[in-house]
């Protein structure tokens, strides 16, 4: 396997993400592999969304890769998102897969919203996004007019 870090050297990861507590899409699959406590942090916010009574749909979850940088981030309510170092990097945990629509399992509508989080993070610390190429052929055109126009 490619080491995670060289294979997407910006700042920001998206990674899209079942709303019902499923993390096991090719991508989710390889974050867990490098960095187990990122599916625990998306475990977490789930039960956070739902005693809180949230709507998950649409929101974004920042968890930094590095063990250490967790006690420096709030996860739960995406505080204190910061460049901590050189080489911080983030899983931008986007909440808009419906599992029950199998034939469209992204919602276009929570994706853009979500996606509008991240550009305002990443700008307000001058990090550079990236998407996965196994997702990035269906959301292609979302993904630039947001990022790159």
Known sequence: M?????????QIVINLVDMSGL???????????EFPHV???????IRHCKKNKIDIAGTVQFVPVDNYALNLVNTMKNEYIDAYDEEYKYIANVFCIRPSNIKFPIDN???????????????SIGAKVTIDSRVARWIKNDFEEIFMG
Do not use: H, V
């Open 2 to 10: 490619d080491n995670f870090k060289e294979r997407f050297p910006e």
């Open 23 to 33: 993390f096991n899409d090719p991508l989710s699959l390889e974050i867990t592999d």
């Open 39 to 45: 599916e625990r942090e998306y475990l977490k916010y």
């Open 109 to 123: 509508k929570c994706m853009r919203r979500g996606f509008l989080t991240i550009k305002k993070m990443a700008d």
